[in-house]
């Protein structure tokens, strides 16, 4: 087994956290490298201040997408200012199903159950809509609203993705309406005056981002950056238009890109570096090209796909999690201990509609502990959502761990990767979360972050993070490795038990999108049928961690 300090060789941000342990003790939680002194004021996710007193109800399931993306926008225009704040359901997103129940729109919905769950003490009433008419949603919202919309501006058929994106920058600047043509001829009785015709204005998406970033960037709001794809009008193929009311609401600056065309791949570089190093990429585009890309620039994308309400969600005080105690196990010689986590939390599509869902309705949840990788920044964004996996997991007996995103700084970026540590530190020591997910560079997050515990690596299927079974003490942090948990994958990682010494396994079960909870008494069944001679015993995260460090003789807190 290799030692932390053969993992940590190489990269100057490990020597300088090595630098700040005194008199050769470990790093304590409470030190710090200089690397993270880091001011974080304007770059934490934006709030919606004006707290939410009162909601309005509003079904889009018979809107079309060019109903939704003007509904949504305007939902953004309503909920920056007013305490009686647009919520709406049923949105659409091709992205958004899993192996999940289906609701109106062919998708997931998460709008019922957080208004029966976490939103029952705020008054409601229904918009009524008038269904005879086409998008009959953001028909009774224009009337409703009239008098808080300033103007429209109009999109481009023709360039659909990056016109749209480009009205949604333009319209949370000037409050206006982001409609298609079509949407505009409806409108027009109303008067509002035309911002902007973007119709035949661009020839290629660089050419629409070079205008709008000339025009529009400067008065937005830098504090995360975001950009956003599959935004077509195509009701079967769009990811829809749900994070616009937080886009408008916050004044934020988004654009659209095609990652897959090199020209445009690299020209994202333009609009990504003229934000402070490490910002928050919120959004969507291509993971497993933006992951890299933003990495080498030095940033980190965070994967913000079909969830609505966020103006909502976010004008709630944030919250101060607690967390939980970890439990050390007496470490036979003769028994495994298995962690099993679920994934891709990172997402908040993942955090805010997957996983609950599946806590919500699988008949095994609780049977067996688990680790809940979340984003942990919805302490800010959806506060009233932590409180809930809070409450829910802990009764369970079940674990929160920390994921930030989809990649992360190269280390070699120092500014940016300075900024990521310090801002993952911030939304641990918020959230209360001892475990976090690193995908890449594990080391040399693990000795400037110091958490409890870091799980490499992805799923043991990829390049990225440690072998499972090179589990080790990174100062204060346990960090293991995770294999998949696919029977070949299980069986290679047990066939490197070490004889006459307990073994240490963390398992990644995949995500919520399917049934995490039932899934995980499989792998359960099947590990205690090995009929190897060993005893297996499943324990959170973090009592892995406890038990390696009472294993080893080290403190438990």
Not at 10 to 37: E, I, K
Not at 362 to 374: A, K, N, R
Request: charged content about 20%.
């Amino acid at each position: 087994m290799k030692s932390s300090l053969t993992h940590c060789f190489g990269s100057l941000l490990c020597l300088l956290a090595l630098a700040g342990c005194q008199g050769g003790d470990a790093c304590g939680v409470g030190v710090r490298s200089t690397a993270l002194d880091v001011d974080l004021t304007n770059r934490l996710y934006p709030k919606v201040k004006t707290p939410t007193r009162s909601l309005v109800v509003v079904d889009l399931q018979n809107d079309n997408i060019e109903g939704q993306v003007a509904a949504i926008g305007l939902q953004g225009i309503v909920n920056r200012d007013s305490e009686q704040k647009v919520y709406v359901m049923n949105s659409r997103c091709k992205d958004n199903h899993g192996g999940w129940k289906i609701g109106p729109t062919a998708m997931a919905q998460m709008g019922q159950f957080w208004l029966d769950r976490v939103l029952t003490d705020i008054p409601q009433e229904t918009l009524t809509l008038d269904k005879t008419k086409t998008n009959p949603a953001f028909t009774a919202m224009v009337e409703r609203y009239k008098d808080k919309i300033k103007g429209v501006v109009i999109y481009d058929p023709n360039l659909v993705q990056a016109t749209i994106e480009a009205a949604t920058t333009i319209a949370a600047q000037t409050d206006g309406l982001i409609v298609s043509p079509a949407l505009y001829e409806q409108v027009k009785p109303y008067g509002f005056p035309v911002i902007q015709d973007l119709r035949g204005k661009f020839r290629s998406n660089i050419e629409c981002v070079d205008w709008l970033v000339e025009n529009y960037f400067d008065s937005a709001c830098h504090d995360v950056a975001f950009t956003w794809s599959h935004m077509t009008l195509d009701f079967e193929e769009s990811w829809g238009a749900a994070n616009k009311d937080y886009v408008v609401a916050n004044r934020l600056f988004t654009y659209f890109l095609d990652i897959q065309i090199p020209e445009e791949c690299h020209y994202y570089e333009n609009i990504v570096k003229r934000y402070p190093a490490g910002t928050q990429i919120m959004g969507w585009t291509d993971e497993l090209k933006a992951d890299k890309l933003f990495a080498d620039y030095g940033y980190v994308m965070i994967p913000f796909i079909s969830v609505e309400n966020m103006t909502v969600m976010s004008s709630f005080p944030s919250v101060q999690g607690t967390p939980i105690e970890p439990k050390a196990y007496e470490a036979d010689p003769n028994t495994t201990y298995v962690a099993m986590l679920v994934a891709d939390g990172d997402n908040l599509l993942h955090t805010m509609i997957y996983e609950p869902y599946t806590i919500e309705e699988s008949e095994h949840f609780g049977d067996v502990p688990l680790t809940w990788v979340i984003n942990p920044g919805i302490v800010d964004l959806a506060p009233r959502v932590f409180t809930w996996y809070d409450k829910v997991l802990k009764e369970a007996g079940q674990e929160m761990a920390a994921m930030m995103g989809d990649g992360s700084p190269n280390t070699d970026r120092y500014s940016g990767f300075s900024f990521y540590c310090a801002l993952t530190r911030h939304y641990l020591d918020q959230a209360g979360i001892l475990t976090m997910k690193q995908m890449i560079d594990g080391e040399s997050v693990a000795w400037n972050v110091q958490p409890y515990c870091v799980e490499g690596g992805y799923a043991g299927t990829d390049w990225r993070g440690i072998e499972s079974h090179e589990y080790h003490m990174d100062g204060n942090t346990f960090h293991i490795g995770t294999t998949n948990s696919r029977p070949e994958y299980l069986d290679k990682a047990l066939a490197r038990t070490p004889e006459g010494e307990p073994y240490f396994l963390s398992v990644m079960i995949g995500t919520a999108s399917e049934d995490a909870a039932t899934y995980a008494t499989e792998v359960k069944k099947y590990l205690e049928s090995r009929n190897d001679g060993r005893k297996y015993v499943f324990v959170r995260t973090a009592d892995l961690a406890a038990t390696y460090r009472a294993y080893k003789g080290l403190p438990i807190k």
